[in-house]
């Protein structure tokens, strides 16, 4: 599970690199159906329709803020200044590499869903967190540590760095307790929210430009979200073990047996 989560992780912040955060937003989305498909088979978990439309719901509300961010790109024309260009093969990379990490975080959820709802969080999150930190720490020094010493370190590199591992932090404290109270899905049909605020905040970090189809996408992905935790899953019961009979009708059918062979 911490592997999977790890590399979840890694996969998703190298995409970056290599492809567009449009691409990134839509193909992140593919976590839903992984994620409704392993906890389906692993945790018996059962779906009623009303759960589905409401998966579709959240990804008519995503396709809507994935538009929005190309009609504001559209918008601005020629001016790339503020836009790297990507090749086509940076492109196919960058977009398997977000495939992967649905993938990955996929698995690490239904995982962590199944440790939260069965074992304990406390033990969920020391025991993510120790083999995480060695496996993070193993990488780190294998692939990079040639980009680490290229950083330019100042307060503003520092501080950065240093929010993002403070809203990990508050993640991964808090992810697990909500799972608890609703399931990994629900869970990630809310982070899909997640993609609305990044934009939000570019709008003043990065010059992106407002449209209102950001508004109307949250409300889409808002309203997805409230419909599918309105009707509960259930769990699929195990069929009943034909070998395991009641102990009163073998005792019963022995009976009857031992009648047919005194007669």
């Known amino acids: 599970m911490a592997l999977a989560d790890v590399e979840a992780n890694y996969t998703v912040v190298k995409a970056y690199q290599f492809t567009t955060l449009t691409s990134v937003q839509l193909l992140d989305c593919f976590v839903i159906p992984v994620l409704m498909l392993l906890s389906w088979f692993f945790l ?3 779906y009623r329709m009303v759960h589905f439309v409401a998966v579709i719901l959240c990804l008519l509300g995503v396709g809507a803020m994935v538009g929005a961010d190309i009609l504001a790109g559209r918008e601005e024309g020629s001016d790339t200044d503020h836009r790297p260009s990507f090749s086509t093969s940076d492109v196919v990379l960058g977009d398997g590499l977000v495939l992967l990490s649905a993938v990955l975080y996929a698995v690490s959820n239904v995982c962590q869903e199944y440790t939260v ?17 060695l496996i993070s720490g193993v990488q ?3 692939l990079e540590m040639c980009a680490v010493r ?4 100042d307060l503003h590199i520092s501080m950065l760095f240093a929010v993002y591992a403070l809203c990990m932090y508050a993640l991964y ?5 909500v799972v608890k109270m609703t399931s990994a899905t629900a869970v990630n049909l809310s982070l899909l929210t997640a993609d609305l605020f990044s934009l939000f905040c570019g709008i003043f ?5 407002f449209s209102a ?5 949250f409300v889409v992905i808002t309203a997805g979200f409230v419909l599918f935790n309105a009707v509960p899953t259930y769990t699929a019961l195990p069929e009943d073990d034909p070998g395991e009979d009641d102990p009163g009708e073998d005792d019963h059918g022995e009976e009857e047996a031992l009648a047919d062979h005194r007669v």
């Open 213 to 217: 189809l950001y508004i109307i996408s």
């Open 150 to 153: 290229a950083i330019k370190w």
């Open 140 to 142: 780190l020094v294998l």
């Open 117 to 133: 709802k069965n074992l304990s969080r406390v033990e969920f999150l020391g025991m993510i967190g120790l083999f995480g930190t």
């Open 44 to 46: 018996k978990t059962r």
């Open 205 to 209: 970090l990065f010059r992106y430009t």
């Open 173 to 177: 404290s808090f992810m697990p307790v």
